[in-house]
């Protein structure tokens, strides 16, 4: 399995190293010059999940389904600092989960969320499919 997490493209500074913004297809490029040298490393049966925000997630889905089968985009949402006064807050991010081929495992089990379904799926003690028929005067 391998978990990526690039720097997103913004004006940033990591460590001692600084991330400038950069056109989505320069960005894309980028991307594409470093991710390729890790593919060779991958057994067949491997998995790959990266990370990426609502700018630059295009830019690595583009690279991602050139090399891999793009399997799902799983969409974090989280909570993250005050609102803004000018601009809606952004409070999710894209993980795209990637194979290198068809053979591969998934635990489901391990990531099964179970929760209490709050939707009327029945009604009078009897299963519901669908809407309720409309009748004579309604809408």
């Not at 790959?48 to 089968?69: F, M, P, Q, T």
């Not at 799902?72 to 609102?83: D, L, S």
């Not at 991010?93 to 929760?115: G, H, M, P, S």
């Amino acid at each position: 399995m391998l978990i990526l997490d690039p720097p997103y493209n913004l004006n940033k500074k990591f460590g001692c190293e600084t991330f400038r913004k950069v056109t989505l297809a320069q960005y894309e490029a980028w991307f594409e010059s470093w991710f390729v040298t890790m593919l060779p490393l991958l057994k067949p049966t491997a998995s790959l999940y990266v990370c990426g925000d609502w700018k630059s997630s295009a830019a690595l889905h583009r690279v991602l389904e050139r090399h891999l089968i793009v399997r799902n985009r799983i969409t974090w949402e989280r909570e993250k600092g005050a609102g803004s006064k000018s601009n809606w807050k952004n409070a999710s991010e894209d993980i795209w989960f990637c194979t290198v081929a068809d053979d591969y495992y998934f635990n489901v089990k391990a990531v099964k969320l179970k929760r209490k379904v709050m939707a009327p799926y029945k009604e009078n003690g009897v299963r519901r499919i669908g809407s309720k028929p409309k009748t004579a005067g309604s809408g």
